[in-house]
Structure formats: structure tokens, C-alpha cells
């Protein structure tokens, strides 16, 4: 069975696929990968399945060895990618060859996803792959790790596609939640109407927002009763700041929520660097089920988007492997056409 060798493993590196679902009434959130539209790009990319588990790297870096002949991807927030000292085009399929050393550094910030042809088949628990770090289920990656690679059915590479935008900030849909109506009118428009930033404090649980001015505490939240929360829920906390949930939130909270960010729109909130401006807007439940629907057919279209990754000759160590001409001529074409 073909492995991989981590060598260089930083903070904040796991497996990841796309979390465990049935387990929010014994207290356990799905969690599974931050973006899970970059599982779909990667599973697209090596024509997989998207359940199959993926390295996510958390704005770190990462050294490993392949055992055996490996297709990969890289998808999410871009970093600098390289094989055997050869730097590889990001959001694209590649080959990598027995004994090779893959690199990924220089990150952006952001979710980055390292994508095996087969999948990740290491250790499951609760029936997934995924490590729920705020749970204690599984663990972040380390050096010296072995990780088994599956069967892979596929043998396609050289491809890429142009990603949906969602790393350079922008609007995030919301629904009301039920504690909506304890907002005034005021404090709703002011919070849609206001510029948000990224705070530090942000993990795989939730993301702090930081604003100039605004605070929108409410007295009645001191009232509410904790009650079932999901990832995109927005709390607003006891400094009147808003946190939204993530893949690995608890799964009951008694702060105030005063919207709810529609799951197509999470990607954009973990990919977007602290430097951009996000805000809000509220959509209808009926507008914010054809967007999901809208975002889930996209995810069905990825693999028509594919197409071959043109490589600049000049980096191509092994040019003369390659099939440059796709015919051939006996060189007369010319004087027979002209008699």
C-alpha cells in the first residue's frame, strides 16, 4: 500500500474529509474541513470521490516523502508548492514520481488542502477520518508520521480550473435565527451596514469580527436560555463583538444569535485574510434555499470546468518524454498540393 512521510509538520496540520455527521445529540459537532468547497475542488481535480480524507494545513507548512507513484492536488488558500525543488502550479492535479519530496510553504493564511489520489486512509473514529481537535478525536499531524494512501482508481494529472471567488472578502448571506427579533431594527441595519475584519483570535471553533465602533451587546441575552448552535450561527458575545461558529463548535451556547451565515458562504469567512472587509446582508429561508441549491450544482459542475494545465517547457525537466507533435508529415504536403 502506497505511504506518505511527513519530514516537517507545523502547528495546525490534520487529516480532514467532511466530519462526522448524527452525533450533534451526544454534544459532538461535525467537523470535518474548514472549506469543504476545496474538498470538491480537489476531488474533481483526481476525479474522486469528495469524501475521500485530505491534509489541511492551517496557515503552516509541510514536508513529506511518497512512497510510490502519487497523484495529488492542492486546492484553498494558495501557498507555495514544490517537488523535488520544482515549484507546482496551485489549484491543479499533478504527478508526483516514487521518493519524491513535496513542499508546502510560504503560506498566505487561510485553509490550504493537500488532496491524494485514493484518499488519506488513515485511522478513523466515529466513522470518519477527520481529527476534532476542540473534542480530543484524533490529533494534529507530526514529523515521522507514516500515512497510508487508498486505492487509487484514477490516472489523470496535468489539469486545473479557475476557483469560485472567496478570498478576497465580500458580502456573507445570513438568515434570521430565533433570537433575531430581540435585535431592533437599528442594530440589525447597523450590523449589516457595518465593516468587519478578521480578529487573531480565530480557530477551527469560530472567528472572532473586529469593527471600528460598533458594540452589539444585548441586555436580553443575559436571559436566554442555552440551546442547540451549528456552525454559522453568529453569536454575539459578552463585549458585544460577533463570533461566528466554525466546523468544530460546541453544539449548545446561550449567547445571542443574531443571524446565521447561509454554509455556502463559510468558505469566504475562513479564506479571507484579516486585512479585508467582510460584511453581512439578511436573504429570505426561500432565497437562501436556492442559493444553497445554486452552490451545490456548481459543486456537481466542478469537473466540467477542468482543463489541461499548459506548462512553460522551461521547467519541464523531462521535455523530451513528452508528446509534443500530435501527427506526422512525410515533408511534402506542399509541392503535392501545388501540382
Not at 469580527?209 to 440551546?227: H, M, N, T, Y
Request: hydrophobic share 40%; aromatic share 6%.
Amino acid at each position: 500500500m502506497p505511504e506518505v512521510i511527513l519530514h516537517r509538520v507545523g502547528p495546525g496540520v490534520t487529516v480532514q474529509d467532511q466530519g462526522r455527521q448524527g452525533y450533534l445529540a451526544q454534544g459532538l459537532s461535525r467537523g470535518g474541513a474548514a472549506d469543504l468547497l476545496a474538498m470538491a475542488e480537489g476531488a474533481a481535480l483526481l476525479g474522486q470521490d469528495p469524501s475521500l480524507a485530505a491534509i489541511e494545513i492551517a496557515g503552516s507548512f509541510l514536508t513529506l516523502e511518497v512512497t510510490a507513484p502519487t497523484r495529488i492536488a492542492v486546492t484553498g488558500a494558495r501557498m507555495r508548492a514544490r517537488c523535488d525543488g520544482s515549484e507546482l502550479t496551485w489549484n491543479a492535479s499533478h504527478a508526483l514520481p516514487a521518493g519524491a519530496m513535496f513542499e508546502l510553504g510560504a503560506p498566505v493564511g487561510g485553509y490550504s488542502y493537500l488532496h491524494f489520489g485514493g484518499g488519506v486512509s488513515s485511522e478513523a473514529a466515529l466513522g470518519a477520518r477527520s481529527a476534532h481537535l476542540a473534542a480530543g478525536i484524533l490529533r494534529m499531524l507530526e514529523a515521522g508520521t507514516r500515512l497510508a494512501l487508498g486505492e487509487d482508481s484514477g490516472n489523470r494529472t496535468g489539469l486545473t480550473f479557475t476557483p469560485e471567488a472567496r478570498f478576497d472578502g465580500g458580502a456573507l448571506r445570513l438568515v434570521k435565527t430565533p433570537q433575531s427579533h430581540l435585535f431592533s431594527d437599528c442594530q440589525l441595519q447597523r450590523f449589516t451596514s457595518t465593516i468587519f475584519h478578521k480578529d487573531a483570535r480565530g480557530n477551527r471553533m469560530g472567528q472572532r469580527l473586529v469593527c471600528d465602533e460598533a458594540d452589539f451587546k444585548l441586555e436580553a441575552g443575559l436571559r436566554i436560555l442555552s440551546e442547540t448552535i451549528v456552525p454559522g450561527d453568529i453569536q454575539i458575545t459578552g463585549d458585544g463583538a460577533p463570533f461566528v461558529l466554525l466546523a468544530e463548535c460546541q453544539t449548545t451556547g446561550g449567547y445571542p444569535r443574531i443571524g446565521t451565515v447561509l454554509p455556502c458562504d463559510l468558505p469566504r469567512l475562513v479564506q479571507a485574510p484579516a486585512t479585508v472587509a467582510l460584511r453581512f446582508e439578511f436573504v429570505t429561508l426561500e432565497e437562501a434555499v436556492a442559493l444553497e441549491r445554486d452552490a451545490a450544482s456548481r459543486r456537481a459542475d466542478l469537473p466540467k470546468q477542468l482543463r489541461p494545465l499548459i506548462r512553460d517547457p522551461h521547467d519541464i525537466q523531462d521535455l523530451l518524454a513528452y508528446q509534443l507533435i500530435g501527427g506526422v508529415s512525410c515533408g511534402d504536403e506542399l509541392e503535392r498540393t501545388t501540382r
